[in-house]
Nanobody, 120 residues
Framework: VQLVESGGGLVQPGGSLRLSCAVSGTIFRVSAMDWYRQAPGKQRELVATITSGSSTNYADSVKGRFTASMDNAKNTVYLQMNSLKPEDTAVYYC???????????????WGQGIQVTVSS
């Protein structure tokens, strides 16, 4: 199973970015995916979870600003990030749980990580 992320970069405070994560290498449908992030010197934290039924959960720090979505047909998940703050600066990782359906486990398959930098 391979996860490929795209869409990161440098943005000014208050700006927006959209991350994508495409899953390949499996014939099974992915029913849940997560987004994590890790800032320098900090532990990796769960940012958002989403299921194929469009159930989502978010960390308190991003509620109202970030929106996760999933394209079931493409096995792809997105993270729309609005009103970005400098404290959102981190490497963002997408994750597929080992059973393909239980979000928030913190194990399974990982993307390579993509840098998001919020700075003026």
């Amino acid at each position: 199973v391979q996860l490929v992320e795209s869409g990161g970069g440098l943005v000014q405070p208050g700006g927006s970015l959209r991350l994508s994560c495409a899953v390949s290498g499996t014939i099974f449908r992915v029913s849940a995916m997560d987004w994590y992030r890790q800032a320098p010197g900090k532990q990796r934290e769960l940012v958002a979870t989403i299921t194929s039924g469009s159930s989502t959960n978010y960390a308190d720090s991003v509620k109202g600003r970030f929106t996760a979505s999933m394209d079931n047909a493409k096995n792809t998940v997105y993270l729309q990030m609005n009103s970005l703050k400098p404290e959102d600066t981190a490497v963002y990782y997408c994750n597929v749980p080992p059973d393909f359906r239980t979000p928030g486990r913190g194990d399974g398959y990982w993307g390579q990580g993509i840098q998001v930098t919020v700075s003026s």
